[in-house]
């Protein structure tokens, strides 16, 4: 089940534990705008997750008072045609950016 695997695939066991009433993943920045929409209609309370890093209760997910707004789908690696500039999706992770600039004997800095 993907809501199971999606709660269960978090870095800190405090945030694995939190139960939003749902779980919403764009696929794109024009999704992101409308669930956004929605929610500052609502008044909605909700959580962004990229990676699911942070280790405090509520970073990157939710309980029961909102959503959680999963951007793990809003992948891809871009890099400049002067190779000076990477940019990647939300989504994305570290392997996969370096799988892309490993060949051309690039790198890029980071954390979690």
Sequence with gaps: DSY?????????GEQATMTPVCRVSPN???DVSRILEFAG?????????????????????I??????????RIKGVTLSEDRSVVSFGAGSRWRDVYAVLQPMNLTTVGGR
């Excluded at 209609?41 to 997910?61: E, I, L």
Aim: proline share 0%; aromatic share 14%.
């Design 4 to 12: 199971r695997a999606q709660q269960a695939s978090y870095y800190s």
């Design 28 to 30: 794109n920045t024009f």
């Design 63 to 72: 309980g029961s008072e909102g959503f959680t707004v999963d951007l793990q």
């Design 41 to 61: 209609a609502h008044k909605c309370q909700f959580a962004v997750r990229t990676g699911g890093h942070m280790a405090w209760t509520g970073a990157s997910n």
